[in-house]
């Protein structure tokens, strides 16, 4: 979708109506809503309204006008990139990251999205805001201001921070690029800062959300006592690049020991957000998505939460895993509150 779109519908409109009533309210919405769209960077928002003004045209009696909008939306679809098209049509990797950098990116194009996810109201709320501050970019920068871009996530193991970087790019139709830390560290020792230049680099050349998993590899305390000197340069590298990147990707950095990372690094990013594990209400949600296909008609929620408390979001995911695939093979499309009961005990004997 680019703005030559927007001028052709609204050109089309222009010739094809041909009377002088009024144009309809709920038309005059529709072309704000289009408006809307088209600055929000919903490129299927903005066609599904297109296709609906086409079609209020046809209702009432302008064919021609409906024909001509038709046609301006298919040519503009056409010309489309793919991950303009349709949503749901998954985009062609055409960026794949190759040589050095390809040992240091996994790029994907995830389906998640933030309504995927079981979160608690503020933390939800956050991540919103994270989405309405990048599809609004341009417009705060004209201002003067940054939209939020540098976000570290904080919180016990599987409480959803990688599914949260999964989410917020497949919201935004922006690829995935994981950082592959490990590989960073151990196999270019002394290399390392010049590796983390290539990933900063590509920042700039490809848009999209750079995710650093188990960020505290990199980031430590450096007055920690057994930290060693090329740990510590590698954080002032990855200090200094954060701070002078000006891109418009978005830097995600996750961990699940807060405590192990510089203070220094805090300052460093435009917001952080923690994790925690669910609550009941939560924790019966997660359950009960996963569960969404069979008869739970008769499971004690209640019970079933309070033997699961304390459990991840994935260990509850886990869980109801299990307890769906024993009532498919036990020939039942019925989940009982013993079979769950039991795969959440079972999920208590993993170390956490």
Avoid: C
């Amino acid at each position: 979708m680019t703005w030559e779109s927007v001028k052709n519908l609204a050109r089309g409109r222009e010739d094809g109506y041909k009377g002088d009533e009024e144009i309809p309210m709920a038309t005059a919405d529709q072309i704000k809503a289009l408006i809307r769209s088209h600055a929000e960077g919903d490129d299927s928002r903005f066609y599904s309204v297109a296709m609906q003004l086409a079609a209020g045209e046809a209702h009432v009696g302008h064919k021609r006008l409906a024909s001509e909008l038709t046609t301006v939306i298919d040519e503009a679809r056409a010309r489309a990139t793919p991950r303009v098209v349709a949503s749901a049509i998954r985009p062609r990797p055409l960026a794949q990251p190759r040589g050095d950098l390809g040992d240091l990116l996994l790029a994907s194009y995830p389906a998640q999205r933030l309504s995927d996810l079981v979160l608690a109201t503020p933390l939800r709320a956050k991540l919103d805001r994270i989405i309405v501050e990048t599809r609004q970019g341009d417009e705060l920068r004209h201002h003067g201001f940054t939209p939020l871009r540098k976000v570290l996530l904080v919180g016990p193991p599987g409480t959803g921070k990688t599914m949260t970087a999964a989410a917020l790019a497949g919201d935004l139709g922006l690829p995935l690029f994981t950082v592959r830390l490990d590989g960073l560290i151990t196999r270019y020792l002394g290399e390392t800062a010049a590796k983390l230049r290539l990933v900063f680099d590509a920042m700039g050349q490809t848009r999209g959300v750079y995710f650093f998993d188990e960020f505290d590899a990199v980031a430590g305390d450096r007055g920690a006592s057994n930290d060693v000197g090329e740990i510590r340069r590698v954080l002032n590298s990855f200090l200094q690049f954060l701070e002078q990147d000006e891109t418009t990707s978005l830097v995600i950095a996750a961990t699940n020991h807060v405590g192990l990372l510089d203070r220094a690094v805090f300052r460093r990013f435009d917001l952080a957000i923690e994790y925690s594990t669910p609550d009941a209400g939560q924790a019966e949600a997660v359950l009960r998505n996963r569960l969404s296909g069979l008869e739970t008609s008769d499971v004690d929620w209640p019970q079933v939460v309070g033997a699961g408390s304390g459990l991840s979001h994935a260990e509850l995911a886990r869980a109801a895993d299990q307890a769906a695939k024993d009532a498919i093979l036990d020939r039942s499309k019925a989940i009982t509150t013993d079979k769950l009961l039991t795969a959440v005990g079972e999920r208590r004997t993993f170390p956490r």
